[in-house]
């Protein structure tokens, strides 16, 4: 990955931010979006450019807003000359029971799930078209096997599950287009789930343990370094647990 440029979407912290420290460690410059968090943003970039100068940068953009992802592919150009793979990470997530459903929560949870990818790979793909490149999706396992209480967020990845195939197709051959679903591997901050739900969740599990970032991330630089071969297709970083859900 040595010369090449990776944008990371939600990389100031939490899986974004293993994923980022990942591709880097393989050689890649890293532009790191962040919505709110630039603190942890900053402190990331400095990082990274601690280990080899010159090598990340950060770029604030609020990803509901269209009109602001064709700069953010910009800013990443303007810093590093090139963009060689984008990796669709940033994505809310919370519970929406049947009955409780509005507009805020449907903009919230399609936009930075599912528009939110769309749009900016749309206007990454003359550049990624340009290099040979490659997309990564972060989808999760209940794209196809829905978690009850959650349907507008296990829809809006199961669309993106589907723009993954749809855009392999689209950009093919000369951009790969991927995906990478999550099993429990970082538990949310809103602790939406108890100690008893985590038990059980984990206890479903074929390796009978909760993962961790840098299971997804190694898919993640599997797919976007090795798999030249690879397009069109989703990897469940799950321990096994969508097999007998």
């Not at 991927?178 to 970082?186: F, K, T």
């Not at 599990?205 to 993962?211: F, I």
């Not at 299971?215 to 970083?237: E, K, M, P, S, W």
């Given at each position: 990955?040595?010369?090449?440029?990776?944008?990371?979407?939600?990389?100031?912290?939490?899986?974004?931010?293993?994923?980022?420290?990942?591709?880097?460690?393989?050689?890649?410059?890293?532009?790191?979006?962040?919505?709110?968090?630039?603190?942890?943003?900053?402190?990331?970039?400095?990082?990274?450019?601690?280990?080899?100068?010159?090598?990340?940068?950060?770029?604030?953009?609020?990803?509901?807003?269209?009109?602001?992802?064709?700069?953010?592919?910009?800013?990443?150009?303007?810093?590093?000359?090139?963009?060689?793979?984008?990796?669709?990470?940033?994505?809310?997530?919370?519970?929406?029971?049947?009955?409780?459903?509005?507009?805020?929560?449907?903009?919230?949870?399609?936009?930075?799930?599912?528009?939110?990818?769309?749009?900016?790979?749309q206007?990454?793909?003359?550049?990624?078209?340009?290099?040979?490149?490659?997309?990564?999706?972060?989808?999760?396992?209940h794209?196809?096997?829905?978690?009850?209480?959650?349907?507008?967020?296990?829809?809006a990845k199961?669309?993106?599950?589907?723009?993954?195939?749809a855009?392999?197709?689209?950009?093919?051959p000369?951009?790969?287009?991927?995906?990478?679903?999550?099993?429990?591997?970082?538990?949310?901050?809103?602790?939406?789930?108890?100690?008893?739900?985590?038990?059980?969740?984990?206890?479903h599990?074929?390796?009978?343990?909760?993962?961790c970032?840098?299971?997804?991330?190694?898919?993640?630089?599997?797919?976007?370094?090795?798999?030249?071969?690879?397009?069109?297709?989703?990897?469940?970083?799950?321990?096994g647990?969508?097999?007998?859900?």
């Open positions: 990955m040595e010369g090449k440029t990776i944008l990371v979407t939600g990389a100031a912290r939490r899986l974004g931010s293993v994923i980022a420290r990942e591709m880097h460690a393989a050689g890649a410059n890293v532009m790191l979006h962040y919505g709110q968090a630039s603190e942890a943003a900053a402190a990331l970039v400095a990082e990274l450019n601690g280990a080899r100068p010159s090598s990340a940068a950060c770029a604030q953009a609020n990803l509901l807003d269209v009109d602001s992802l064709p700069g953010l592919v910009a800013d990443t150009i303007a810093r590093f000359g090139r963009l060689d793979a984008l990796v669709n990470n940033a994505s809310s997530f919370f519970p929406t029971p049947l009955g409780t459903i509005d507009l805020a929560a449907w903009d919230d949870l399609m936009g930075s799930n599912l528009k939110a990818p769309l749009f900016l790979t206007a990454a793909a003359p550049h990624l078209l340009a290099v040979r490149g490659a997309v990564v999706n972060i989808t999760d396992i794209a196809e096997r829905p978690l009850a209480g959650y349907p507008l967020y296990c829809a199961a669309g993106l599950l589907g723009l993954t195939r855009l392999a197709i689209e950009l093919g000369r951009v790969r287009v991927n995906a990478v679903a999550p099993g429990p591997i970082l538990w949310p901050e809103n602790e939406v789930f108890d100690r008893a739900a985590r038990d059980e969740i984990v206890a599990t074929l390796l009978q343990r909760a993962g970032p840098q299971d997804v991330a190694r898919a993640v630089r599997f797919l976007l370094v090795d798999a030249t071969y690879v397009t069109g297709q989703v990897i469940n970083v799950d321990g647990r969508s097999a007998h859900l």
